[in-house]
């Protein structure tokens, strides 16, 4: 029987492989602000349906919490929180900014969760979720962050770049902490919030400089958040795994697949059939997913953060069903 990591292994270079790797991930939005308490959720999450992999998810508000973002939960099913006034109102702020120490802080508490995760994981890989410069900017300076950076942009360049330095600081901790890899979320790889031409003067250089951070990790996957999704323009990054919402925004497992060398990781519908769906649209999901990719170099998976009441049955229903089918 292979390991957890073998199996993602042989799923990456497109290998058959005994059975098809799941994982499922939520936020923790009672918990995260807590390292212990976030690691045990996430463990006793883990313990529970013994997922192929952990993604370890913080704090939607810890990328600027040390600037004075903060956020609070009002039942969002996601576990979305309604974040505050941005810290950052003035250009002279934005233009004082400097990396972020990783040695105290949201950021020294969320290395401590991973440590804390991996020590319990019992050899499941675990990946620590990282959000992409221009989502950090945002967290920190809101729309203004926008109009700074069209307006002027070379004011916007220097806070930009010191952005880019705590965030690759931050991952070159997460990989000697352990984690097989990192969870990399843009959501700013779309046509609703750029064209392609500020895409690629601002999201795409400042992305691969984070993931090169990452590049002692096995195990990265790129999460591309949104819809009408500029796709090809993300799909030579260095990771291993490309994540995306293929139920709703597209395009499907099968057209992605043939875009990239890399494995894909997808096919359950979060809001759909995982959520409100039976066990049996679960289960065709999952089998549809396998269909699409010929069940080589795929991950059952969520488009996006599974919702907080997801039945239980259902989840289940994507476990049996991911470990049900062989691909070879």
Not at 43 to 60: C, G, N, V
Not at 126 to 154: D, H, K, S
Not at 168 to 184: D, K, M, P, Q
Request: hydrophobic share 45%.
């Amino acid at each position: 029987m292979l390991s957890k990591h073998d199996l993602l292994l042989a799923t990456i270079a497109r290998k058959p492989t005994p059975h098809i790797p799941i994982a499922l991930w939520r936020h923790w939005p009672a918990e995260d602000q807590v390292a212990e308490d976030l690691a045990r959720a996430t463990l006793d999450f883990q313990q529970r349906y013994d997922f192929d992999f952990i993604k370890l998810t913080p704090s939607q508000v810890f990328v600027a919490e040390d600037a004075g973002l903060t956020g609070v939960y009002e039942g969002n099913p996601e576990g979305d929180l309604v974040k505050n006034a941005a810290p950052i109102t003035s250009l002279e702020q934005w233009e004082a900014l400097r990396p972020q120490t990783i040695q105290q802080g949201a950021l020294a508490r969320q290395l401590r969760c991973l440590q804390l995760v991996i020590a319990g994981a019992n050899e499941t890989p675990v990946i620590q979720t990282i959000f992409n410069p221009l989502t950090v900017a945002a967290c920190l300076a809101g729309e203004r962050a926008i109009l700074w950076r069209r307006r002027y942009p070379e004011i916007f360049q220097r806070g930009f770049a010191m952005l880019i330095e705590t965030w690759r600081n931050f991952v070159e901790a997460v990989i000697s902490a352990g984690a097989a890899g990192i969870f990399f979320s843009t959501a700013d790889a779309t046509y609703r919030r750029m064209s392609e031409e500020e895409y690629m003067r601002w999201g795409r250089p400042s992305d691969l400089e984070v993931l090169s951070a990452a590049r002692a990790g096995w195990f990265n996957v790129l999460h591309i958040h949104g819809e009408d999704l500029m796709f090809k323009l993300v799909a030579d990054y260095p990771v291993q795994v490309l994540n995306w919402d293929d139920r709703r925004a597209g395009p499907s497992l099968r057209e992605g697949q043939a875009l990239v060398s890399k494995a894909v990781a997808g096919g359950i519908g979060q809001w759909g059939a995982l959520l409100q769906g039976s066990i049996e649209e679960v289960r065709a999901q999952v089998a549809d997913g396998i269909a699409q990719t010929g069940g080589v170099g795929y991950i059952a998976a969520p488009g996006c953060v599974m919702p907080i009441p997801t039945p239980e049955r259902n989840i289940r229903a994507a476990i049996s069903a991911a470990r049900g089918n062989a691909s070879g």
